[in-house]
């Protein structure tokens, strides 16, 4: 080391015809350029002192000046390399953050952990536009000095414009469909902001487009953990849930998104949810009523029981009503309840014989006896129904059933079939049942039902 400084003394020497007076720094012109340390090994010694000088000359402007003396301290000691540092100051100074990076990264080849090659290094690459290798250089930076608070507010403020950037061309590529690049860019900005709900929800709502439903529930419940009145991902898990029938578990979301926040068409999706949960309590024969081909009277009695219960009111004089024949039926409560109010009867010997098919003319009678209890409510409406004769080609006015089929047709529940034919003998299917039942719940204001579907 003697040997190499006394050589640089003779280096000087030669170079410089006279002393030029070392300029006195009173505002530095580059404030957030930071001077390097000078290592241990050059403590004392006269490159450390044309560091030095370099520096005064640089925060004065003088940079032809400054990149003389440190290119000197350079030539005359390689392994010196905060002036290798220094040169890179230089180049940033003249606004050249390409020709700035290799001295930035030559330096830290001999010190890694080198804060002023760090930050200058982090500075050209900003330059660069390359902000996320910039923050990494300003956070190891940090590492080496904790105490660089303004560093760390830059790294955070590179984070951000990280996240940002990353976040934006997510969504682009969300708008162009593709997919799976934007949830790779999702996935990055995840790891710079771990703790953002919003990211969560949005890579959730792609991983469901793709049809990863696992993924995308995993992904909606980290957003409401991060975030507990995120009502819109409660909504989304409540609608993941519903669709793999875990209704309870639906339900409960919808109902946690509701009290967060008032959404119509959540209201309607839990009031149907809730409906179809209790549709998926009762019998599987009462499920599967929408693919029968024809009906018995236990199916209708089920049917009317349960869309149509308000409707079902008790006639006194019919509480003691005896069924003889209904008692291991799987519909047996309901016969009761419409034998008690006196919509569907039993036959004269008290048997009801549930598993009897029940055909249009034997269903009008139904309907009739519902559509007056109807229009006892609603008697205005009832006007349109309650007198009316209308003309069949197959069902004449001295038919028993003319009167109920007539008042049917003209309320609009029932139908007439091909060349105004009433088909008084045809046997009603289930779908035509749950038809002429759900007009029923229309005219008496009732709530609409669910459709019923057999379960998958």
């Known amino acids: 080391m003697r040997k190499l400084l006394l050589a640089f003394l003779v280096f000087i020497s030669a170079c410089a015809p006279k002393v030029v007076p070392v300029p006195t720094v009173t505002t ?20 450390a002192d044309v560091l030095s000088r ?9 940079l032809k000046t400054a990149r003389r003396e440190f290119s000197n301290a350079l030539s005359a000691a390689p392994a010196f390399y905060p002036a290798e540092t220094s040169l890179g100051y230089v180049e940033l100074a003249q606004k050249d953050p390409n020709a700035a990076l290799p001295h930035f990264d030559r330096a830290l080849e001999h010190a ?30 940090l590492a080496a000095d ?12 590179l984070k951000f414009r ?87 578990g639906a339900e409960k979301a919808y109902s946690d998104s509701l009290a967060l926040e008032p959404n119509a068409d959540l209201e309607k999706r839990l009031e149907a949810l809730r409906e179809r949960a209790a549709i998926e309590k009762l019998p599987a024969e009462y499920r599967a009523l929408d693919q029968a081909p024809q009906v018995t009277r236990g199916d209708l ?58 055909r249009r003319a ?6 009739a006896r519902l559509l007056t209890k109807i229009g006892a409510q609603h008697p205005a409406q009832a006007k349109t129904w309650a007198s009316a004769r209308m003309k069949f080609a197959d069902l004449g006015p001295s038919h028993l059933a003319y009167v109920p089929a007539s008042a049917a047709v003209a309320a609009g529940v029932l139908t007439m079939g091909p060349e105004s034919t009433f088909q008084p003998s045809r046997p009603v299917t289930g779908a035509e049942a ?19 579907k057999t379960p998958q």
């Open 28 to 47: 530095p012109k580059y404030p957030d350029f930071t001077q390097p340390a000078v290592p241990p090994g050059f403590a004392n010694s006269p490159v």
């Open 301 to 358: 009695a089920a049917l009317v029981g349960i869309r149509l219960g308000p409707l079902l009111t008790n006639d006194r004089r019919r509480e003691g009503v005896l069924v003889t024949d209904t008692r291991n039926h799987w519909a047996a409560s309901w016969i009761l309840a419409v034998a008690r109010a006196g919509v569907m009867e039993p036959y004269a010997n008290h048997a009801f014989q549930p598993r009897t098919i029940v």
């Open 162 to 248: 990280g996240i940002e950037q990353n976040i934006a061309r997510a969504r682009q590529l969300a708008r162009q469909g593709k997919i799976d690049e934007a949830l790779e860019a999702y996935t990055t900005a995840i790891g710079s902001s771990p703790d953002s709900p919003f990211l969560y929800r949005e890579i959730a709502a792609l991983e469901r487009q793709k049809g990863n439903t696992d993924a995308a529930l995993a992904d909606f419940r980290k957003a409401v953990a991060l975030d507990s009145s995120d009502a819109k991902s409660l909504g989304q898990i409540g609608e993941i849930l519903e669709a793999s029938n875990d209704l309870q």
């Open 54 to 62: 370099g520096w005064a000359y640089l925060q004065t402007g003088d």
């Open 434 to 452: 749950i038809e002429a039942i759900a007009k029923l719940e229309a005219l008496a204001g009732l709530p609409a039902a669910t459709r019923i």
């Open 146 to 157: 904790p105490s660089l608070n303004d560093v760390r507010r830059r790294v955070e403020v």
């Open 112 to 141: 890694r952990d080198d804060v002023s090659a760090l930050l200058g290094r982090g500075q050209a690459l900003v330059s660069l536009n390359r902000e996320n290798d910039a923050r990494v250089a300003f956070e190891a930076a």
């Open 362 to 367: 034997d269903f009008a009678q139904v309907i």
